[in-house]
T-cell receptor, first 114, second 114 residues
Framework: KAGVTQTPRYLIKTRGQQVTLSCSPISGHRSVSWYQQTPGQGLQFLFEYFSETQRNKGNFPGRFSGRQFSNSRSEMNVSTLELGDSALYLC?????????????FGPGTRLTVL | DQQVKQNSPSLSVQEGRISILNCDYTNSMFDYFLWYKKYPAEGPTFLISISSIKDKNEDGRFTVFLNKSAKHLSLHIVPSQPGDSAVYFCAASHSSGNTGKLIFGQGTTLQVKP
């Protein structure tokens, strides 16, 4: 089975712009979660989607949004970018039926905001 | 509020010896715990997990111990190999709701010296 893919892998934007990141889960997986990783911090949970519905949301401002399509692919969008949004954005996919299902991470998108 | 803490940012051990990575948590509603390993430029990969109904889980060279009364878990790697050099994250899942949301620690960088 192909693993979780994320595009693009690297992105450079300037403050005030918006950005859309994409995540394709493992075939058959219905859950996609997004995490932000910054230096010195662990992975911070952004949101989780299951069957096109947001199932949970972390403590991030409304500039961070996401969606999931019928084929389980997911996108996250960040509007009005700030310098502090520079981070590695990771998505993880899982079957989604149980919270103890193993989740598999993609390689991440490295976002740099100038 | 850091609910999952890895107080040692780094650990260095000799090849063949035991590596012990520690993790503390504050929320007594966490009932499922995981360890992930992360190499540079890759996403985290699942290593091992443990449910709160157990106090030990073993998988090959990796053993996770859970001390619920102390809200502490540890990952033992025996014997350590140079290929184990990576960042290790512990993560916890909350017992309420069927969501894949994980709360991660900040990570511990393990270096195994040949």
């Amino acid at each position: 089975k192909a693993g979780v893919t994320q595009t693009p892998r690297y992105l450079i934007k300037t403050r005030g712009q918006q950005v859309t990141l994409s995540c394709s889960p493992i075939s058959g997986h219905r859950s996609v979660s997004w995490y932000q990783q910054t230096p010195g911090q662990g992975l911070q949970f952004l949101f989780e989607y299951f069957s096109e519905t947001q199932r949970n949301k972390g403590n991030f401002p409304g500039r961070f949004s996401g969606r999931q399509f019928s084929n389980s692919r997911s996108e996250m969008n960040v509007s009005t970018l700030e310098l502090g949004d520079s981070a590695l954005y990771l998505c993880a996919s899982g079957p989604g039926a149980s919270r103890t299902d193993t989740q598999y991470f993609g390689p991440g998108t490295r976002l740099t905001v100038l | 509020d850091q609910q999952v803490k890895q107080n040692s940012p780094s650990l260095s051990v000799q090849e063949g010896r035991i590596s012990i990575l520690n993790c503390d948590y504050t929320n007594s509603m966490f009932d499922y715990f995981l360890w992930y390993k992360k190499y540079p430029a890759e996403g985290p990969t699942f290593l091992i997990s443990i449910s709160s109904i157990k106090d030990k889980n073993e998988d090959g060279r990796f053993t996770v111990f859970l001390n619920k009364s102390a809200k502490h878990l540890s990952l033992h790697i025996v014997p350590s190999q140079p290929g184990d050099s990576a960042v290790y994250f512990c993560a916890a899942s909350h017992s309420s709701g069927n969501t894949g949301k994980l709360i991660f620690g900040q990570g511990t960088t393990l270096q195994v010296k040949p």
